[in-house]
């Protein structure tokens, strides 16, 4: 019996369409234009030199960007990365200064992290509170905290450790800078537990449909509360790596990142509703930003406009993309 | 010990003498209800077993305490002999239990083959999934049962019907004794409902348990070996099919006969034409619809799934774009893609989807009854509460809404009262036209009955009444003309005189 096959057949897109129904290879194309476009008008742009500059300064909010992404796609938020990067820094660079012991103060720096992580995803998937409001709330008490334990001085990095500099200014065979490594290994490692381990299929599904992951067998909590501990701990390696970059723990530090992060995963066609998106079109989104603002610097844009222009461009690109989904629905 | 329908024979045979599942004095209470009092329940291997009751009845909640979707309060479930205590959906599936639920519970975004597998994914050495046995075992299994879909396809692009279609063969990947379904056919085509039945009876040739939960009477007499039926949360009775007919049934799950199912008071229908469509045509669907509606006459439109009726119901409400033709209610052109001008005018659709698109489930019921007419209980701009709740309760009498007051969420009412809610909540705007489409979708037998009385009633009050229906009985019962839709056009319009099943069938067929 042939019941049910005439239906997809007749209306199959073209190849071209289904290649561009691939959020990745569209922003693919997007970075490529940018890269072009950038490569023509100004000087310097498509050299090694800048490409892996951009490359090192994009690393921050891609590691971070992984953590945000894979919340967005369990069907939450967590906007409080941005604060936390300010905030793991004084336990790795206090712990630093006293034992002269980068392996202690990472250590220290990452249970911190862990400790907040649990907080946030104890809050949102036990006790049943919007993620977005505890977020919100944890960002402003760790900012708030930081800037009553620093008075809102900079604590320098005293201890200077060679390997600890190096996070900052080292790079791999003198090209790739070490903190794009550390991000490219992460961004690997996660991308290919969320679309082959049994764990990552979990939280597109409780992202996509939290009643029929909980029908499936899932444990929808736990799924979520691991999803906020891995987002505190990725935002923990980039507030390490941004430490190292200024060398100091800063009350400032990371203001505003969690929006550029968020800015860059939307970018990427994560969806906030859950379920949808890939770490891929996340660090694409992140890349075209990133490119886009060196560009435009290179321009001799002012910062100001850069603003503008994201801004633009994240709304264009979510508005198209929901209209190529209303049409793929039909409605 | 258990039968893998992808891979029968592996596994010990199942023991027949042992009850696959048995349950008994189980209770549960919600706030303010007892949804099952000491109900017992057993499961044979290799028997269907029918499981019916009005809604309300407790057969879902049942179906959810076997499922682990809610814990029960009292009682005990024993999986062949030995006790069990199933307290999530995990329990109950490691239990082999498997439940195809009525809502489609299947991630939209993922592919066919990964839903099929989603309860558990089978992996390689290093724990990482194995999509080339994801994809050839979902293959296999289609093969299996004769079910043609891509499993590379995108679940949420698939029809509902194969949606519904996917959801059971899911049931059927992994290891199961008892598979439970809860009212598979409310999608699904002639077509596959017989597919549906040939599959059920060889899961019940491997010895698998399996539950059949319906409203639809010839459906449980062709399929079932035993029939448990509920009322008001007790079990009522527990017989071999043999010994029911359709009377004993039904008298089982109401409680008391019902002589005749749609008892017709109305005179006959007045000659006034109170909407006349010409030459409709929509982008998706409609080509060239053309009829009248007399006020006080009941227009029944019958169709096949995907012929069309629910986007003619909502293109001459003024809800979805048309492309070419005309709508005409009482006389006035209406504008096409324009409700609002629609409710002026006097037209109005009582929606097949109740839950999406008619009930705001968080609000009261007095809310819900006057959204469309708040403006004849404004005064100076603010609503008169005073007259607003008078009006409602009006409405409640009249109809005999059961619900404890005007400020219950309407969510918490049975379907065949959010109906009559939602029935108020037109004729309170005075209408002249309203369009019902599957009025009785999800809606118990005891209660079609008494909607049946409404549109009666309604059409007796000099209503015009389009009723989109795809139930035969329904459509012979009410109706005093007979439309019939295939593939978009209107193929034939009878007499409710002239009009036998067969033609009607026919001209479905096209």
Redesign the interface.
Known sequence: MSLASTASAKDQPSMLARLFARQELALLVCLVLVLAFFSATVENFFSVRNMTNVLGQASLALTAGIGCAIVFISGEVDISIGSLLATIALPLIIIMNDTNSLLLGVSGALLFGLIIGVVNGYLVAYAGINSLIVTLGTMFIMRGGVYLYTGQRAIPDDASLDSFIALSDGRLFNIIPYSAVIAIVLLAAFGYMMQHRPFGRQIYAVGGNQEVARLAGYDVRRVKFICFIISALLATVAGIILAARVGSAQHTAGLNFEFQVVAATVLGGVSLAGGIGSLTGMALGVLILQFLSNGLRGLGLPTEWQLVITGMIIIAAVAFDEAKRRRANGG | MSVDFLHPGEGAPIDTNVSALEMRGIGKRFPGVVALDNVDFTLEPGKIHALMGENGAGKSTLIKIM?G?YGKDAGTVRMRGREVDIK???DS??EGIK?V?QEI??????TVA?NIF????P?GRT???D?KKIRAESAALFNRI?????PA?RT????V??QQ?VEIARALAHEARVVVMDEPTSSL?P??IS?LFTVIRRLASLGIAVVYVSHKLDEVFEIADTVTVLRDGRHISTKPIGEHTNDTLIQDMIGRRIDNLFPRQRGAAGSKVALSVEKLSTA?KLIDVSFEARAGEVLGFFGLMGAGRTELAKAIVGYDPIISGTITVDGQRLAPHDTRTGVKLGIGLLTEDRKSEGLMGELPVYQNASLASLGAFARLGFVDKAKEHQAVQDYVDRFRIKTPSLFQQIKNLSGGNQQKVLISRWLMRGLKVIVVDEPTRGIDVGAKSEIFALIDRLAGEGLAVVMMTSEMPELLGLADRIAVMCEGRLTAVMSREEATQEKILNAAIG
């Open positions: 499922a979707v999530s959906p995990r599936l490691k439940v639920f519970a299947l991630i939209s975004e993922f990964e989603l309860e558990g994914y992996t724990g990482s999934i999509w004769g079910f043609n879909v891509d396809a949420g692009s698939l029809p019907s194969q279609m085509t077509n596959e597919l998706k």
